[in-house]
């Protein structure tokens, strides 16, 4: 996706060769891991990149619906606290949870 003279990469589907879809919907999906020391630094970070990268596809791709993807135990730390939830509606996020070690997605979140 261009951003003045920069190009920015969304991890799968924005400029890949390939699109992602689901249920025939066009998406993009930033995968983020959090393995960094603070979990909480971690989703300052992937939660920056996400409403940047949402602001860029709405003006270069607008049909394509972008996801954050984390792992199973991140959501369960994270997004089932009140204050998780609350994240998840008041910023509109779309997750999509992944177990690490099976490698399946356990949950979407629309």
């Known amino acids: 996706m261009p951003f ?8 799968i589907g924005a400029e890949a060769p390939f699109g992602a879809e ?8 930033e995968v983020k891991s959090f ?16 409403v940047f990268y ?3 596809l709405a003006r270069t791709d607008p049909q394509r619906v972008l996801y954050l993807s984390i792992p199973d135990e991140t959501y369960a730390s994270i ?21 690490p ?4 997605i356990v949950r979407w979140t629309e």
Do not use: P
């Open 35 to 50: 393995v960094g020391q603070s979990e909480m630094a971690d989703l300052e970070r992937a939660l920056g990149q996400y």
């Open 79 to 99: 997004f089932v606290e009140l204050e998780g939830q609350e994240l998840v509606e008041t910023q509109n996020l779309k997750l999509i949870v992944f177990d």
């Open 54 to 56: 949402r602001f860029l």
């Open 22 to 29: 689901k249920n025939d919907r066009q998406i993009a999906v």
């Open 4 to 11: 003045g003279q920069r190009k920015v990469y969304v991890d």
């Open 101 to 104: 070690e099976q490698e399946v």
